[in-house]
Every structure is written in structure tokens, then in C-alpha cells.
């Protein structure tokens, strides 16, 4: 089995930066893809950036060029900076493991951003 567990997360102004850290443990080695997800108010959840299973990475438009996703060279840590960060970007921050027999996510943090 594979757990996550996230960190980081919080309040900043407009304009902040944040760091998400997932931490990985178990059987790390059947993790696939891995990636970074979204859930707002009243919004369905959304992929944010993600490793896919060939090492490409992938945004949401939403954030290109304001958000990067990496990790570590064991890939049972990964990371989301977060830059530029704007009021809609408040939401609350799921890391995802997944592959072709399970699809997990971590409890979840809050990000929020006040204008």
C-alpha cells in the first residue's frame, strides 16, 4: 500500500508564494504518475500539474508559468511551488499517486489567497 501525507498549505496576500510538499511511503516503487489536484468551493476537483507516466509534465492553463511541480529522484517526494498566487487559486490541495490498480490522495491543505 501507498500512503500520502501533504504539507505546507496556508494563507498568503495576492502576489505570495507557497511550497506544497506530498510525502510518499510504502510501495512507492508501483507509483506511476503523480501529480497535484485542486478542489475550490462548490467547484468539482481539477488536476493542477502532474507527472505522467513517461516523466511529462502537465498544468492547467489556469496556472502555467506561475506554478511548478517537481520531485525528488527516489519519486516519493514531490513538491508544488507556487507563485503569483491569485484570490482564485484559493482552494484546498490534494497530492495524487495513482496506477493502473489504485488511485490515491492525501488528506488534502488548505491554500488560501486574499486579494
Known amino acids: 500500500q501507498v500512503h500520502l501525507a501533504e504539507s505546507g498549505g496556508g494563507s498568503v496576500q495576492a502576489g505570495g508564494s507557497l511550497r506544497l510538499s506530498c510525502a510518499a511511503s510504502?510501495?512507492?516503487?508501483?507509483?506511476?504518475?503523480m501529480g497535484w489536484y485542486r478542489q475550490a468551493p462548490g467547484e468539482e476537483r481539477e488536476m493542477v500539474a502532474r507527472f505522467i507516466i513517461d516523466g511529462t509534465i502537465e498544468y492547467t492553463e489556469a496556472v502555467r508559468g506561475r506554478f511548478a511541480i517537481s520531485r525528488n529522484s527516489a519519486r516519493n517526494r514531490w513538491y508544488l511551488q507556487m507563485n503569483s498566487l491569485k484570490p482564485e487559486d484559493t482552494a484546498v490541495y490534494y497530492c495524487n499517486a495513482r496506477n493502473s490498480w489504485y488511485n490515491l490522495w492525501g488528506q488534502g491543505t488548505q491554500v488560501t489567497v486574499s486579494p
Open positions: 510504502g510501495r512507492t516503487a508501483s507509483i506511476a504518475a
